[in-house]
């Protein structure tokens, strides 16, 4: 595929003194696409994540992201961790917080300029927190901050969007919420995003990765339990859940 | 006499006064990154290492407060490339540092005649004892510290908030966290002869521990803790003159007091009314 924005090629990584976590990965994902990747926790999914962000370096394999090196590629990607990675009682407001997306974007001294806060504010306007810019982060429920993370990712200016597990700690309705505005996203982003969720996400998504240490690529039409089965190693139970807009129902597994 | 008589009548006086809205300055700025930061044992660490540089210093016959600069530099730089590396084992490093260093600072003041005097006062500081040469070492501390603080605020925001997307966006991470690091060092040094090097601590971090009860932003967060520190060392020598306190242990006294009160209010009504 010549359009691919993200390529990995035969990638292996292991933690120093550990066995491989991912074993000879090979992905490529398209502009435009909207990949899910799937799999059991522990699985390899956010390593894959910090290998295409260049945080980590595989000791195998070609990592490129707009056929660049990833860690110089990375420019391009917005990227929305999952919530551990600060504290939330830090003393910030939600416009703060978004403003940051555009460090390495904005000259290195003194504060930000007026575009960059023009470029924020379209953030939180696409992500309709425009009420909240004042709040503290500590202040918002599970979702609010979830979309404060993705406004925070878009004022990057990115055209690869990442998100590590973005629905974890928030409740089913605002699941579905994320999942609208990532979807509308998708008509001018690529989008990778990484659950634990394989229902939930292939109501959405338009290809999945399987990912155990290897990685198998489906269409999400092609989900059977038996699949998901293989993947997680052991039975699990399937329910049949319906996204009302989404009419196809599918296996959830939680794990 | 009363306080503000003798303040009128006593150059040391004034110097002492000067020295605490000075110290007041840099301590409000960077205790506030201390604070948010949570590396308020990682200053005390930098602070008490301190003595061993200031020991030398005392026993070459070079300025003390020069020697309590370069140790606390160094004490930066080491302890901040200890945490970068060994991160499992931060605190216990951080301990051992902390105490090799005073064990040092003890050592060559034992061996320097007619140091006992000055180890009580550079351990719990001797507010009325400032030099004019002092306050201009301050002075300068403040500059560098606002400067660096004006010309690196989104940086140093982006550091002490979420250092793994900071990363992402290019922001040179490690290299701004030391450089935060030897910020407290030069705070540090401000801070010695108001509190002393043991008192470092609370000056440091219970002016932005209060701030950061009532206002919600970094930068206003900064600007309420340099008040209230002028407001604590302030008070504090006006309350230590008459009885004839030590001025240092008062001022911290204060500020205890303060923050025990603050918090409990604070708790009290839990609403957010931050501006």
Redesign the interface.
């Known amino acids: 595929m010549s359009d691919a924005v993200i390529q990995l090629q035969a990638v292996s990584f292991a933690y120093p003194d550990a066995s491989p976590i991912l074993e000879n990965i090979n992905l490529e994902i398209a502009a435009g696409e909207f990949l899910g990747i799937v799999g059991p926790n522990g699985g390899g999914k956010s390593t894959l994540l910090k290998i295409i962000l260049g945080l980590l370096q595989p000791y195998q394999g070609q990592v490129s992201v707009h056929g660049l090196p990833a860690a110089l590629g990375r420019a391009h990607v917005g990227y929305v961790p999952q919530f551990a990675s600060f504290a939330r009682d830090y003393p910030i407001s939600v416009e703060d917080t978004v403003l940051m997306g555009r460090l390495g974007k904005t000259p290195m001294l003194f504060g930000y300029r007026r575009q960059d806060r023009a470029l924020a504010v379209a953030a939180m306007r696409e992500t309709q927190l425009l009420d909240l810019r004042q709040r503290q982060i500590g202040t918002l429920s599970g979702g609010q901050l979830q979309r404060v993370l993705i406004a925070r990712a878009l004022a990057c200016e990115p055209d690869i969007l990442i998100l590590d597990e973005p629905t974890a700690n928030i409740d089913m309705r605002v699941e579905e919420d994320i999942f609208d505005l990532l979807k509308q996203l998708n008509h001018r982003l690529t989008i990778l995003v990484v659950s634990h969720d394989i229902g939930f996400i292939s109501g959405y998504v338009r290809r999945v990765a399987c990912l155990n240490k290897t990685l198998l690529c489906h269409t999400t039409e092609a989900l059977t339990s038996r699949l998901i089965e293989n993947l997680y190693e052991n039975p699990v139970r399937a329910i049949h859940h319906q996204h009302p807009p989404y009419a196809q129902p599918l296996p959830t597994c939680r794990h | 006499m009363s306080f503000f008589a003798a303040l009128w009548q006593h150059s040391f006086l004034q110097h002492a006064l000067l020295a605490g809205l000075l110290a007041s300055v840099g301590c409000g700025v960077v205790g506030t990154y201390v604070v948010?930061k949570?590396i308020t044992f990682m200053a005390g660490g930098i602070a008490h290492a301190v003595l061993g540089g200031m020991g030398i210093a005392y026993y070459l016959h070079a300025p003390p407060l020069a020697g309590a600069l370069v140790s606390a530099l160094f004490a930066a730089l080491l302890l901040g490339w200890i945490s970068l590396r060994w991160q499992q084992r931060e605190d216990v490093l951080i301990g051992a540092i902390w105490a090799v260093g005073m064990a040092v600072g003890i050592l060559f003041l034992s061996r320097t005649p007619g140091y006992n005097a000055d180890l009580m006062s550079y351990l719990f500081g001797n507010i009325l004892m400032v030099l004019t040469s002092d306050i201009w070492l301050m002075a300068g501390l403040d500059v560098v510290i606002l400067l660096m603080v004006?010309?690196?605020?989104?940086?140093f925001?982006?550091v002490?908030?979420?250092e793994?997307?900071?990363?992402?966006?290019?922001?040179a991470v490690n290299f701004f966290y030391l450089l935060l690091l030897c910020l407290v060092a030069l705070t540090v040094v401000l801070l010695i002869r108001v509190v002393g090097l043991i008192l470092v601590i609370a000056l440091l971090t219970l002016p932005a521990a209060i701030a950061?009860q009532y206002?919600?932003?970094?930068w206003k967060?900064m600007l309420l803790s340099m008040g209230l520190g002028m407001l604590f060392t302030t008070g504090g020598l006006g309350l230590s003159y008459a009885p004839d306190l030590p001025a240092g242990a008062t001022i911290i006294l204060l500020a205890g007091t303060v923050y025990l009160i603050s918090t409990l209010w604070h708790n009290r009504r839990r609403q957010?009314w931050?501006f």
């Open positions: 948010v949570r004006l010309l690196f605020y989104k940086q925001q982006a002490t908030f979420d793994e997307f900071a990363r992402l966006r290019g922001v950061l206002t919600g932003t970094l967060i957010h931050k």
